[in-house]
């Protein structure tokens, strides 16, 4: 049969003698062949049910995983005096212990934010209960956003001892954003199998600027354009533009233009005309509040060279 661990379990053994057999059997519990005598939150009491009839009990009083395995009763009657063979008969039972699941954790905090073309590194702690007193085999496994599994590892734990398990993700891209799954599998033989998963949501933020021209000549139309890019739909990332003398704002020949949508932002100098004054360095800051995280802010600059008015 099976149980929980933790939870005190009883075997017993009854054994039916013919009426009038003076002899009193002897009767033994096993496990997975040797006796089990002695061993620790074991006890085993014997029982009179009738003048026939006596028990063997084997009692756990907190079931651990090392009590898992094949038991079997053994009674014996010898009979010394008359020239028989020694009479026995057995009977078993397979003890199967249920462990709760693996405690699985994979950050402090529920999600991650990076720029792109960063390297992450993911990490997976697992740890099992105190009653997996045995070494039992555990599966650990990475699974990327669509569920398929990426990377996977297999360690043998006894319970209360700590386990990591690291997914390496070089040089991201926005379209690697999702949640990330640890799932943990664990397996014995006498163990109903416990397992247990733990995500980590990964949100990759890119920011990259366009130009209408690479040629900046006094006089023409020119634009510069900051497009930033959010996983998180539901977030929309504020946007600054910094140019020679401060943040840039509507004059009478520079004007912003804003394109947001969700998790999207695009924000446009047009320089209607562009003059020998606004030549410099242009920098499009971006910053984005994401709760219970923290604030990420991303930067990226060029420089514009006006050759004439």
């Not at 079931?63 to 010394?80: D, R």
């Not at 954790?105 to 997996?132: G, H, K, W």
């Not at 199998?193 to 209408?212: H, L, Q, T």
Request: charged residues 10%; proline residues 5%.
């Amino acid at each position: 049969g099976s149980s929980t661990a933790g939870s005190p379990y009883n075997l017993t053994c009854t054994v039916m003698v013919v009426n009038g057999l003076v002899v009193v059997p002897q009767v033994m519990w096993f496990k997975n062949g040797t006796s089990v005598v002695g061993e620790n939150g074991i006890s085993l009491t014997q029982g009179m049910v009738s003048a026939n009839t006596m028990t063997l009990s084997l009692q756990f009083n907190a079931l651990k995983t090392s009590n898992g395995g094949q038991y079997s009763c053994i009674a014996n009657i010898s009979l010394p005096s008359i020239s028989i063979p020694n009479l026995y008969n057995t009977s078993s039972a397979r003890v199967i212990v249920q462990i709760p699941p693996p405690l699985v954790a994979t950050a402090a905090a529920p999600s991650q934010v990076v720029m792109e073309e960063d390297n992450i590194t993911l990490t997976c702690y697992v740890q099992l209960n105190s009653s997996v007193d045995s070494t039992v085999m555990a599966n650990i496994e990475w699974m990327e956003p669509g569920g398929a599994p990426i990377n996977s590892t297999r360690v043998a734990l006894v319970g209360s001892t700590y386990t990591n398990h690291t997914l390496y993700l070089p040089s991201v891209v926005t379209q690697e954003s999702g949640m990330y799954t640890c799932r943990v599998v664990v397996i014995s033989e006498y163990v109903i199998s416990a397992y247990a998963n733990s995500s980590i949501e990964v949100a990759i933020y890119s920011i990259s600027i366009k130009a209408s021209s690479n040629t900046t000549i006094g006089g023409m139309n020119y634009f510069l354009t900051c497009f930033v890019y959010m996983h998180w739909s539901i977030l929309t990332p504020n946007v600054v533009w910094i140019g020679p003398y401060g943040p840039v704002t509507n004059s009478n020949n520079t004007v912003l233009r804003d394109q947001s949508a969700a998790g999207e932002r695009n924000v446009t100098i047009l320089f209607n005309p562009l003059r020998t004054s606004h030549g410099g360095r242009y920098t499009c800051v971006s910053m984005v509040t994401i709760p219970a995280v923290t604030n990420v802010t991303a930067r990226k600059d060029i420089a514009i060279q006006s050759t004439y008015e």
